[in-house]
């Protein structure tokens, strides 16, 4: 069964009112609360409370969701790839400028 996506989403694919184009098909597991959003925008919207990263050593967690195939990414994964590894589906170059919002990445 495909996790839930919280937050104001656009798609089946993860979108959202804040990031929708062709390329936005990610959502985030949020390391405060467990729960998936499409962005850090809708995450501070929907949640009650701050968000926070994944610490650097959780790179091995499942926390990344491909809105196209809804295969779970881990953090190493999704950050090493330009595409979902199960599907080919390409992914948005300009989200790892919000990596930090998301995870602290190992030096």
Not at 41 to 66: F, I, T
Not at 85 to 94: E, K, L, S, Y
């Amino acid at each position: 069964m495909s996790p839930t996506v919280l937050g104001p989403t656009v798609d089946e694919q993860t979108r959202c009112i804040h990031y929708r184009t062709a390329l936005d098909i990610v959502a985030i597991r949020f390391a405060c609360c467990g729960d998936y959003y499409p962005c850090h925008r809708c995450h501070e919207q929907a949640a009650d409370h701050p968000s926070r990263p994944w610490p650097p050593e959780a790179g091995d967690e499942r926390a990344v969701l491909c809105g196209s195939c809804r295969e779970e990414l881990t953090i190493a994964q999704y950050v090493a790839s330009t595409h979902c590894p199960a599907c080919g589906a390409a992914f948005n170059p300009r989200c790892a400028l919000h990596h930090p919002m998301y995870f602290e990445l190992p030096a």
